[in-house]
């Protein structure tokens, strides 16, 4: 049998293997959630240092670039108007307004962005590309000093074009010249540095994207292998045990108690296949109990007392059929035999007639000497069959009578002298009361009543009529359409006075001789006239059918003893 160490149950779980794998996975899941945080912290200050001054400062650097190019156009456009041979004073002076206030404007800008770089400077929560941010700062000062610049020189340029020479607004229109393409080349430089700021942080912010898209995957396949690693371990663990309670549990539903399932885990499992072990252990001493009382108690009532399905404190009411069977010669054998002879023929006799009456369902209640005894009914057969089993048993034992016979030889060890042997029969359906009978020291599961007092005179009523079995009127309209019986005679049993019907059991639906019911019944009725002449004029056709020649000798008594007849016809039998 197999056992469990100590406190096998409480030390590996299978709730603890299971959380193990849980903890385990939750544990990466976790590791996968921190590092996924802070990838994204890292693109999310990327993207705030994006939005929040990259961009806008190259923006404001764009806002710078061409308000100073629209200051330069408006200067093109006054020299050009200075050259016509009557200036346009109104035009070169709305120029020139415009010029002031692009100037104006662009250092506005650039106040801006220089504010905009400081905060970026001083902020504590996004990181930003201090290096280059510095460098704009440096370059910014020096954009807005070379457009004032440029002003300047520019209005120097208008008073050189209006009261000066020729000469010196040549000198004044080269310097000028020169500015405009320094100033170029410094907002060149700050859009250049401005550009390469922008695109570097959108280049980490994508790779930082990459790498946490990399990293979750990364992990997530480590976390799935090591999930499926483990639950595949868990798993075999655990269903190889249960696969064995599954073989064990279909070996004893296929009969076989003889199954042990081997416990070599320390969990819940181990503890189940300790109790499957029981239970089939507990089964296979029911097994034994069975099988042992089986050969003195039908094994349904020892089934039905172990489970509680039947009553074993007192008795019930039931509507049954009994059975009696009786060995016609069992004494002339006993004549031949030692008593172990006679004990091997029985066992013989009783084992081939107890058969039929198992394959039919019903009850074998005891062994009477030679007599059988059983009984049909709920709950071990239906409620309005058990009158057509009991039938069908009884044409059985007597269809089993000849092979029988021909065992006698071989049991007696005799080829002559052989005594003719055969069988009554008697059944009877009706109420009885069915239920554990007995003291307190010995019971025994079986029926009594008026109903098997009644199927034990018909088996002897056998020997009155000549016939093989005798069955009641309640048995013979139950059975109905399952078999094929003619009425004997209307008789009063010994204890009993209310008198009954009784029929001779012929055989199986469409095995009788049709005549010889139809024949017999039909003297029997003129019979219960008291038509004699009929009666016996029938009774004569019947050709020496024993039961005929039974009534052919009444009527010639009642003829003889008129007086004596009954009114009812009823025949009291004298005889057990």
Request: with cysteine.
């Amino acid at each position: 049998m197999a056992t469990l160490p100590p406190q096998a149950a409480t030390r590996r779980p299978i709730s603890l293997k299971v959380y193990s794998i849980t903890l385990s996975l939750l544990v990466l899941m976790v590791l996968v959630t921190a590092l996924s945080a802070r990838n994204l912290r890292v693109l999310n200050n990327e993207v705030a240092a994006l939005s929040t001054y990259y961009i806008p400062l190259d923006q404001q650097a764009g806002s710078v670039e061409t308000l100073v190019r629209q200051q330069i156009v408006h200067v093109e456009r006054i020299l050009l108007l200075l050259q016509a041979a009557k200036p346009d004073r109104a035009a070169i002076e709305e120029e020139k307004k415009l010029f002031d206030q692009r100037g104006i404007n662009a250092d506005q800008v650039i106040d801006s962005s220089d504010k905009l770089i400081d905060q970026a400077l001083a902020d504590g929560e996004i990181t930003v590309d201090r290096v280059a941010l510095t460098l704009l700062r440096q370059q910014l000062p020096d954009i807005q000093a070379a457009r004032q610049d440029l002003h300047a020189t520019f209005g120097q340029f208008l008073t050189e074009a209006t009261e000066g020479n020729p000469r010196s607004v040549r000198v004044v229109h080269q310097a000028l010249s020169k500015q405009k393409e320094d100033i170029n080349r410094r907002l060149e430089k700050v859009i250049l540095t401005l550009e390469r700021t922008t695109q570097q942080a959108a280049d980490r912010a994508q790779a930082e994207e990459g790498r946490a898209i990399r990293l979750n995957w990364g992990i997530t396949a480590i976390a799935t292998l090591l999930g499926l690693v483990l639950a595949a371990v868990v798993t075999r663990k655990l269903v190889e045990p249960v696969r064995r309670l599954l073989t064990g549990t279909r070996a004893v539903e296929g009969g076989d108690l003889s199954v042990q399932v081997l416990a070599n885990s320390a969990d819940e499992i181990a503890t189940l296949t300790q109790s499957f072990n029981n239970m089939v252990a507990g089964l296979r001493e029911k097994e034994r109990i069975k099988d042992t009382f089986g050969k003195y108690v039908d094994p349904r009532i020892v089934q039905g007392l172990l489970e509680n399905r039947l009553d074993a404190s007192g008795g019930q009411k039931k509507h049954m059929s009994v059975f009696f069977s009786d060995l016609v010669g069992f004494t002339s054998l006993c004549e031949h035999l030692t008593p172990d002879g006679v004990v091997r023929l029985l066992n013989r006799y009783f084992s081939l007639m107890s058969e039929p009456i198992r394959v039919q369902q019903g009850i074998l209640d005891k062994f009477i000497g030679d007599a059988i005894m059983a009984y049909w009914g709920p709950p071990f057969t239906g409620e309005t069959e058990h009158a057509a089993l009991a039938c069908l048993t009884a044409l059985e034992q007597r269809g089993r009578l000849e092979q029988f016979r021909a065992m006698l030889p071989d049991l007696m060890g005799l080829r002559k002298g052989l005594p003719h042997i055969s069988v009554r029969v008697g059944i009877a359906t009706g109420d009885v009361t069915v239920g554990n009978i007995g003291s307190e020291q010995a019971r025994g599961f079986t029926v009594i009543g008026d109903t098997v007092n009644l199927a034990s005179r018909l088996e002897g009523a056998n020997k009155e009529y000549g016939t093989g079995i005798l069955i009641s009127e309640e048995t013979r309209r139950l059975a109905g359409e399952a078999i094929e019986a003619r009425e004997i005679d209307s008789v009063r049993v010994v204890g009993k006075s209310e008198p009954v019907r009784i029929y001779e059991l012929l055989g199986r639906k469409g095995e009788a001789d049709a005549a010889l019911i139809s024949g017999y019944e039909a003297a029997l009725s003129a019979y219960r006239k008291a038509d004699w002449d009929t009666a016996e004029a029938g009774f004569r056709r019947l050709n020496g059918d024993a039961p005929a020649q039974v009534m052919l000798a009444r009527i010639a008594h009642w003829r003889a003893n008129s007086a004596a007849r009954p009114a009812d016809g009823v025949w009291d039998l004298t005889k057990k």
